[in-house]
Structure formats: C-alpha cells, structure tokens
C-alpha cells in the first residue's frame, strides 16, 4: 500500500509559469519534507514541516514555497519555474526530525521547456 | 577492495558475488545512519538503519557496519541479484532536534548475469 504519494509522476510547464506538485502520506507522520534530486546527485533538503512549522534551509531560493494544510498534504509551489529547476522532487515523511527514518515518495519529475 | 573512507561513484559486480558499498561520513555528533537504495526514476527506499549505539546490523542479505572512530560506514549485500542494481546512498542523522538528514554520495551498483 502506497504510503507517500505524490502526484503528479510527471510535470512538463513553461519557463516562468507557475506550477504546483502535491504530496499526501497515510503515515500520520509529524514531518513532512520536499526534497529537489538532480541527475547523479543526491537528494538535497529544501524545508520540511514540523506539524504546522515550516522550516526553510538557508539556500532554498525564494522561488520555492510550500503549503500544509493538514497532516496529510503537502505542497511545493514554484512560482516561476527556471530550466535550472528541471529536476526530481521527492517528498518524504518521518515520525520525529531526529534518529528517524525518512520514508521517500515516487517523486515527480519537472520538465520546464 | 575498497580502502576505508574512499566512496566510489560505481560498483560492478557478478551475480551472486557479495557487495560492499561504504560511506564516510562528517559529523562527529551524527549517531543514526540509513542506507537508501534508488532505482532509476523512484524514490529512495529504506534498507537498514543503524544506531551509534551499535557497530552492525543484519538484515536480510544486507550488514550495515559502523566504525565511529573513523566515521565509516559500509553496506554489504550477499549474493547479490540483478535486481539489486541501483543508486545506494547513505545517510546521517542526529539526536539534535530539527537538524536534517545528511545524504552522502551515492554509489551506482551495476550487476551483471
């Protein structure tokens, strides 16, 4: 049973347009993280929630946001998608910030033309 | 084999030979590891987790071994499969509350039949 979903598996949008990717888990885990992979690269952190506490890294352009409504969605909203953002972006989930595991998404891969 | 602390961006290997992938890591304060495996166009998927607290691990046909005093950590997979051919990265984490998941670089396994 699929525990992290994220939808879409595949996004294609125009350079400077706006684009949603939505994650949903049936952990009711506490932490919810966006992740951006490159090819050949590991997955590099760009916030995670704590509940309701949105924790941003430091290098995280602003052009990247994201919304929680409730326990089980999460969203990243790039507001205007540049070629060097085409990668995978993953969704994860964990119970606790420390010593536990992170549970990945599918991912959905960003094409921007 | 390999030397301790040297990561290799490849591994090949014959079907049925033992595996072994390591990971140096970087903190000191980091006392929980996690080894992902990613196939191609997926999300990570959790192997085997181990606590500072302990030096191996057994899974099924997977070890984690830790050697804190150099900051090592390895993962071994026997007889492995054509199915196990993927991106392995490891990962660090600390008991520090809201500190992130630390992914180190992933080694590509190549299995041949």
């Known amino acids: 049973d699929a525990m992290v979903i994220q939808n879409p598996r595949y996004q294609v949008t125009q350079f400077g347009k706006p684009v949603t990717l939505s994650c949903s888990q049936t952990?009711?885990?506490?932490?919810m993280y966006w992740y951006q992979q490159k090819s050949s690269q590991a997955p590099k952190l760009l916030f995670h929630?704590?509940?309701?506490?949105?924790?941003n890294e430091a290098d995280t352009p602003d052009n990247f946001q994201s919304r929680r409504p409730n326990t089980s969605f999460c969203f990243l909203d790039i507001r205007s998608p540049g070629l060097g953002d085409a990668a995978m972006y993953l969704c994860?989930?964990?119970?606790?910030?420390?010593?536990?595991?992170?549970?990945f998404g599918p991912g959905t891969r960003l094409t921007v033309l | 084999g390999e030397s301790v602390g040297l990561h290799l961006p490849t591994l090949s290997v014959q079907e049925g030979d033992n595996s072994i992938i390591n990971c140096a890591y970087s903190?000191?304060?980091?006392?929980?590891f996690i080894w992902y495996k990613q196939e191609s166009g997926k999300g990570p998927q959790f192997i085997i987790d181990?606590?500072?607290?302990?030096d191996k691990r057994q899974g099924q046909r997977v070890t984690v071994l830790l050697n804190k005093t150099v900051k090592h950590l390895s993962l071994q997979i026997a007889a492995t499969q054509p199915g196990d051919s993927a991106v392995y990265f490891c990962?660090?984490?600390?008991?520090?509350?809201?500190?992130?998941?630390?992914f180190g670089k992933g080694t590509t396994l190549s299995v041949s039949s």
């Open positions: 994860a989930t964990s119970r606790d910030t420390s010593q536990n595991t992170q549970y």
């Open positions: 952990l009711n885990h506490n932490v």
């Open positions: 929630y704590y509940d309701k506490d949105f924790n």
């Open positions: 903190n000191s304060a980091s006392d929980y």
């Open positions: 181990i606590r500072s607290n302990m």
């Open positions: 990962a660090e984490n600390t008991r520090i509350a809201g500190t992130a998941l630390i």
